[in-house]
């Protein structure tokens, strides 16, 4: 049969992705891209360690990601994104833009990271004051927190799983529950939702009519940045960082009286392995933990 006349694949652009090597959700970053735009995915050498600030020095060490830009320049991606969130924070500011600087040097693209891609949203949004919710320990979430404040940034409120392994495995109810938590008290500027591991994208809308404030995570951020530094916009349902509607419409809406929230949904269980931490509720008590979730529970502060 002669298919001559359908002319070849269509152009495409390359981003090119280093990710840690358990990240599981290749297919939500791609959610977020427009059709003539390739993602050229490669993961960071295997190490057994669970998530931890140690797994999160591990995969961001310079000459590891000096090897996956090499390998990633085979197919001349326009530019390189790390696709990590606590491998980006866990340096502080300063960490980030060397991380940044050696993957530029390696390749021949420009590089960004997750982290980075988080500070510039917030800029964009002019955030002064945030909520996150992360699925890491709390010690994990301590260093998102300073990384944020070094950069101008206050946390008012943040929630968190206390997560070792599997983060891919949460469902958006509990990033719901999670987001109530740590919006409850004040009333921050956005919420950031950590962790390139964790999915968000169809939950993010839903968050932003609720809370009716901007609700930034690790995935869109990473995307919205890389498609931005070669001239593109990310693609996705109706959000305040990719559509200026959305932003007006929040904006409008946050001087409208709240809406009351559902009913909290189940809350994850998750394994984590014995002697991992419990997360408790900063000045609320002990959070919801349960026999078989040892790492799992939530923390509100």
Known sequence: ????????????????????????????????????????????????VEVSLDLARMVSEHETLREAVRALSAVSPEVIAYACTSGSFVGGVAGEMSMTTA??????????????????????????????ITPYTRSVTDSLEEFVHAAGVEV???????????????????????????????????????????????????????LRIPVLSANQVTVWKALRMIGKEAVGPYQALLDPAARASLESLSALPPLPAAPAPEPYA????????????????????????????????
């Open 103 to 132: 993957m530029t040097q390696a390749g021949e693209a420009p590089a960004m990271t997750t982290s980075g891609a988080l500070l510039e949203a917030l800029r964009e949004l002019d955030v002064s004051r945030l909520a996150v």
């Open 1 to 48: 049969m002669d298919v001559s006349f359908l002319g070849g694949p269509r152009p495409q652009r390359g981003i090119g992705v280093v990710a840690p090597f358990d990240f599981a959700l290749d297919r939500e970053l791609w959610r977020w891209v427009p059709d003539d735009i390739s993602l050229h995915v490669t993961r960071t050498p295997f190490v057994p």
């Open 270 to 301: 998750a394994t984590a392995p014995a002697g991992e931490e419990s997360p408790l509720v900063e000045g609320g008590g002990v959070g919801p933990v349960f026999p078989e979730d040892l790492g799992g529970g939530r923390q509100a502060g």
């Open 156 to 210: 008012i409120g943040r929630s968190y799983l206390g997560l070792t392994r599997e983060i891919w495995r949460v469902g958006y109810r509990d990033v719901v529950t999670m987001a109530r938590e740590a919006t409850a008290a004040d009333a921050p500027d956005a919420l950031f939702i950590s962790c390139t591991n964790l999915a968000t994208y169809d939950v993010i809308p839903q968050l932003e009519a609720e």
